[in-house]
């Protein structure tokens, strides 16, 4: 890696941490940079999740610092997440390079409609109606899967999902931090183990990941709402002209 690739990467990684942070689909800046950088998509999405690892602890104490701790909050859906990620990790990680880009892309396709719907979802402050225990604990299984297995928007369903728990946008920003957390934590020993993260690429990116955690939780507390919602609309946007296959 040449000193301008680490510096693209460490800035990708920045803007990755601060999208992730206020909003969600973060890794849509960081893999396919990655995968511009010559790593195969099997070990781009591995070496991903440990700068994600990074910007999510980093924000989680960023906002607990900022007077908007997720931990106690976070501790209702974080059994059925972890779970589900471990399975997803474990699963993609068997998958063969070529067999990975194929499924990468196709549940994209299929996360088109949740995902404008969750730009929706998001909107209101509050959710009126949350959704009852046998409902959101394999929601929350579901998402866990999802993140363990392909990491990409699992933000904004996690935001979408906490709103329609009786969330608002800023503390379900800081509660998905910590989901975040321990869903990628559970997931980096699996693709550790299947060999599928580059060090070299993964420090380089870790460290623009973990400055954009910091930025993106100061900026979520400092505009509020005013600020996240506009934010998740353009992440939403984004993410599903990426799942449409329009660039």
């Given amino acids: 890696m040449t000193l301008p690739e680490a510096a693209l990467l460490a800035g990708g990684g920045l803007v990755a941490g601060v999208v992730n942070t206020l909003a969600g689909?973060?890794?849509?800046?960081?893999?396919?940079?990655?995968?511009?950088?010559?790593?195969?998509?099997?070990?781009?999405?591995?070496?991903?999740?440990?700068?994600?690892?990074?910007?999510?602890?980093?924000?989680?104490?960023?906002?607990?610092?900022?007077?908007?701790?997720?931990?106690?909050?976070?501790?209702?859906?974080?059994?059925?997440?972890?779970?589900?990620s471990l399975l997803g990790a474990w699963g993609v990680a068997q998958?063969?390079?070529?067999?990975?880009?194929?499924?990468?892309?196709?549940?994209?396709?299929?996360?088109?409609?949740?995902?404008?719907r969750a730009s929706a979802a998001t909107g209101a402050a509050r959710a009126p109606?949350?959704?009852?225990?046998?409902i959101s604990l394999p929601l929350?299984?579901?998402i866990?899967?999802?993140?363990?297995?392909?990491?990409?928007?699992?933000?904004?369903?996690?935001?979408?999902?906490?709103?329609?728990?009786?969330?608002?946008?800023?503390e379900a920003n800081s509660v998905k931090v910590v989901v975040n957390t321990a869903l990628t934590l559970v997931a980096v020993p699996v693709f550790v183990l299947a060999g599928q993260v580059s060090w070299p690429f993964a420090g380089v990116l870790a460290a623009g990941f973990g400055a954009g955690g910091a930025l993106g939780a100061r900026l979520a507390v400092r505009g509020g709402e005013r600020l996240i919602r506009p934010v998740l609309a353009v992440a939403v946007v984004a993410l599903a002209g990426r799942m449409l296959g329009l660039y």
């Fill in 95 to 116: 998958l063969p390079d070529e067999s990975f880009e194929r499924a990468f892309g196709f549940v994209m396709l299929l996360l088109v409609v949740p995902t404008l």
């Fill in 25 to 84: 689909g973060g890794s849509l800046v960081s893999v396919p940079l990655l995968v511009l950088l010559g790593l195969p998509g099997s070990l781009a999405n591995g070496t991903n999740r440990v700068g994600v690892l990074c910007q999510s602890a980093i924000a989680s104490w960023r906002f607990g610092a900022e007077g908007v701790p997720g931990l106690r909050r976070s501790l209702p859906v974080l059994l059925p997440v972890v779970a589900g």
């Fill in 129 to 134: 109606r949350p959704w009852p225990r046998w």
């Fill in 144 to 170: 866990g899967l999802y993140g363990g297995s392909f990491q990409a928007g699992v933000g904004l369903v996690l935001v979408a999902a906490l709103s329609h728990a009786g969330f608002g946008l800023l």
């Fill in 140 to 142: 929350f299984f579901a």
